[in-house]
């Protein structure tokens, strides 16, 4: 697991680099397949992922046991979770960068502004209800707010998305973040024309066979 140790790394440190992410706040893991290897790879709690190296990243089972020389991230709960709830969730992106974070702060849902509230699985994304970070309560808080989605906000806290890898949770990271600006912007001129449900469906139906399927 030493490989996928590393391109965890790699994905956290890209996650700072592209604004996402700022000190110790938030966290990354990525699935791990087989046998006693099943579970997953997360960073450690309040570390950043500039000092981060393989030895540094911690196994954990979905029994909630760990196995390294770190502690968890706080928010391990959520990950396990969604990863045993989940089965098309690969890895698992949660940060606080200004704009989610800042819609994250109004407890506010995202209505249909733009379709492409699409690529997160729905026609709008949810804000979890507000829990304590770290507990039971905030993991079914988010799984509330996940079902048939790959992202939502935390209130009073931040984002949180899965990918089918690490690439791709990054990537969904980062548009996230652009439609939470591009949101938090259409409001300073007034309220966002909304597209209406009919629509919303047809580019959910359309992004089911949208870019390069293999």
């Given amino acids: ?27 990354l893991s990525v699935r791990t397949e087989g046998g006693e290897a099943a579970g997953f790879l997360i960073t450690p709690s309040g570390m950043p992922s500039a000092a981060l190296v ?18 968890p991230s706080s928010e ?9 709830s989940r089965p098309d969730a690969g890895a698992v992106l949660h940060a606080h960068p200004p704009f989610a974070t800042s819609v994250a702060c109004l407890r506010r849902d995202i209505p249909a502004f733009h379709y492409m509230l699409a690529r997160f699985g729905g026609d709008t994304l949810r804000c979890a209800a507000y829990a304590t970070f770290g507990t039971q309560a905030l993991s ?3 799984l509330l ?6 992202a939502c906000l935390l209130a009073n806290h931040g984002m949180l998305v899965f990918g089918d890898d690490l ?22 001129l ?19 066979s949208y870019g390069q399927q293999v």
């Fill in 167 to 188: 690439t791709h949770a990054l990537a969904l990271g980062v548009e996230l973040e652009a439609l939470c600006e591009q949101y938090w912007r259409a409001c300073q």
């Fill in 76 to 84: 391990w709960r959520f990950h396990r979770d969604i990863y045993v």
């Fill in 145 to 150: 707010a996940m079902a048939d989605r790959r």
């Fill in 54 to 71: 393989a030895k540094d990243i911690v196994f954990m089972r979905f029994d909630g046991t760990s196995v390294g020389c770190r502690k």
């Fill in 140 to 142: 079914d808080a988010v």
């Fill in 1 to 27: 697991m030493d490989e996928l140790r590393r391109q965890l790394i790699a994905t956290a440190q890209r996650t700072d680099g592209l604004g996402l992410g700022r000190g110790t706040a938030g966290n």
């Fill in 190 to 208: 007034g309220q966002p024309v909304l597209l209406d449900a009919a629509e919303m469906a047809t580019v959910l139906d359309r992004f089911a």
